[in-house]
Each structure stands twice: as structure tokens, then as C-alpha cells.
């Protein structure tokens, strides 16, 4: 059985980089925008389709599940239809780091080490996103934390409906990292050391 990492992360807390960085150090697959690029190759839907719908707009209103048929589906569960299929199919291919999108809960039968990043220092978000993203630097601190919510409640909202779980609860996964007090090299380091002992 393939060995497969799964991140989930508040935005601007590191996540994806610990996610990289961790891949890189193992020699595995990573899949982040990779899989939006692959969803589109199997499911017809245009990139810029499958980004709007696919952490977000959530339609309200359908009795949805990871099994089920396109048929009167929102376009929100159809990506997240896609997705899933393509989560599964990647996790087959070999060992892996997947970032975000529900991939902990779609893969929660296999030997799946789930990770979740965040960082209760918001000034020190802000700051990462600065630095990431120099056009942001036209944004008000104020408006950049109103933005970190925004993106937060919208991940939290889009975990909660697809998988019937609390994005943010502990339980939920194997490690939780605060960033605000470990660094990012650190963070990879602990992961390491706990996938090299399970």
C-alpha cells in the first residue's frame, strides 16, 4: 500500500509549502494544483471552472455524497465529484503529498497520515501573504485579515458539507502544527519524524 500524506491548512499558514518541502524530502508526488489540472483533463471542465467551484460557492440544498451521479448535481458537486475520482486515482499511482480539497476524508481507508497546518498568529498571516503575493501589498492590514477569515470560513464551510466533520477538529487528524510557534522547517522535520516511526 502507498504511503500518502494528506495536508489540510488555514490559508497563509504554510501549508502548502510544509507540503512541497515535505515531498521534496521524501521523494514523493505532490499534488496541489496539480489536481485541478488533472480534473480537467478527465472531466472536460475548463481550469478557471473547476478553481471557482471548487473550495467555494457551495450549493446549498442538494443531498450530496462522494458516490454520486452527475445528474442534478450543483456545479460545486460536480467538481468535487471529479475531484475525489482523481484524489483516489493519484493515491494509487504511488507514494504522495496531497494538499487540501478534502483529500483526508476522500482517502480515509487507505494508509493515510493527515496533517493539519495553521497558525494562531494572524499578524504573522498577514505577513506571509505579503511576502507570497506582492500585489496584496495595495491591501490594508485590515483588509487582509478580513480576507484570511473569509478564505478560512469558506474552507470550513466546504469540509463541513462534503465530509459531515469540523475542518478544525483536532480529531479529525493524526498531527496538528501551529506555525506561529514552529517554524516551517521544523514543522517538516516533526512530520518526518512522525511518519518514519508509525
Do not use: H
Not at 465529484?81 to 494509487?92: F, H, N
Amino acid at each position: 500500500m502507498n504511503n500518502i500524506i494528506t495536508i489540510s491548512r488555514q490559508f497563509s499558514s504554510g501549508g502548502r509549502e510544509i507540503g512541497k518541502r515535505l515531498a521534496d524530502s521524501l521523494l514523493y508526488a505532490y499534488y496541489d494544483a496539480e489536481i485541478i489540472k488533472k480534473v480537467a483533463e478527465e472531466s472536460g471542465f475548463c481550469e478557471s471552472y473547476i478553481e471557482k467551484y471548487s473550495e467555494a460557492n457551495i450549493t446549498r440544498g442538494y443531498n450530496y455524497t462522494f458516490g454520486q451521479t452527475f445528474s442534478t448535481l450543483s456545479p460545486s458537486d460536480q467538481v468535487q465529484i471529479a475531484q475525489a475520482k482523481v484524489i483516489r486515482e493519484l493515491s494509487t499511482k504511488g507514494d504522495c503529498v496531497i494538499v487540501g480539497r478534502c483529500a483526508d476524508y476522500i482517502l480515509k481507508d487507505s494508509n493515510n497520515f493527515k496533517v493539519f497546518i495553521y497558525s494562531s498568529d494572524m499578524e504573522q498571516r498577514i505577513k506571509r501573504c505579503y511576502d507570497k503575493v506582492p500585489a496584496d501589498k495595495n491591501k490594508t492590514e485590515k483588509e487582509m485579515q478580513k480576507m484570511i477569515k473569509s478564505i478560512d470560513k469558506t474552507r470550513s464551510k466546504n469540509y463541513n458539507y462534503y465530509t459531515g466533520q469540523d475542518w478544525e477538529d483536532m480529531t479529525n487528524y493524526n498531527l496538528c502544527i501551529d506555525t506561529s510557534v514552529v517554524s516551517i522547517k521544523q514543522a517538516v522535520a516533526t512530520i518526518l519524524a512522525c511518519c518514519n516511526n508509525k
